[in-house]
């Protein structure tokens, strides 16, 4: 019987600390650029976690109507050791850019941005590390492989 209880109480825990870590994970990393999100609180629960895990944080600025940050999305999901590299060494944050919600008060603390998406690259403590057009990483209908990964080697924590 007390294996049984044990057992149970495991279980519970194992489902508890995948439910908290999905809405933590929500909560500051959405799929989409959503306007009606707070970039301050977004990119501060970033530096947060970043911080508690040795690593840096990459803020993606565009939007939904933006073509280049769904195809910046594609080629990450596209090449899983990208994906693994961005997880492994960054916390990445969506921050939203369009006619429903410039986020302009929140984007004037770093450099104007000339194109979408652009990349800021934040250390844990949130101070700007990198600002990255993303233009400079393109290839053709896409991005260029090599450049995406040198970027995100050379400006990570590690």
Not at 94 to 121: I, T
């Amino acid at each position: 019987m007390r294996r049984l209880v044990a057992n149970g109480f495991r279980i519970a825990i194992a489902i508890l600390v995948l439910h908290v870590g999905a809405v933590t994970a929500a909560e500051w990393s959405p799929e989409k650029f959503e306007p009606t999100r707070d970039p301050a609180r977004d990119v501060a629960a970033a530096v947060a976690m970043a911080e508690s895990q040795g690593k840096r944080v990459i803020v993606d600025v565009g939007g939904e109507w933006c073509s280049w940050c769904h195809i910046l999305d594609r080629f990450i999901a596209d090449n899983p050791d990208i994906g693994a590299l961005i997880g492994v060494r960054y916390v990445w944050v969506k921050v939203n850019f369009s006619k429903e919600n410039r986020n302009q008060a929140f984007l004037s603390r770093w450099p104007k941005v000339a194109g979408y998406p652009h990349l800021f690259v934040l250390g844990a403590d949130g101070k700007l590390v990198r600002s990255q057009d993303t233009a400079a990483l393109e290839a053709g209908r896409s991005y260029d492989k090599p450049k995406v990964l040198e970027f995100l080697k050379r400006w990570s924590a590690t």
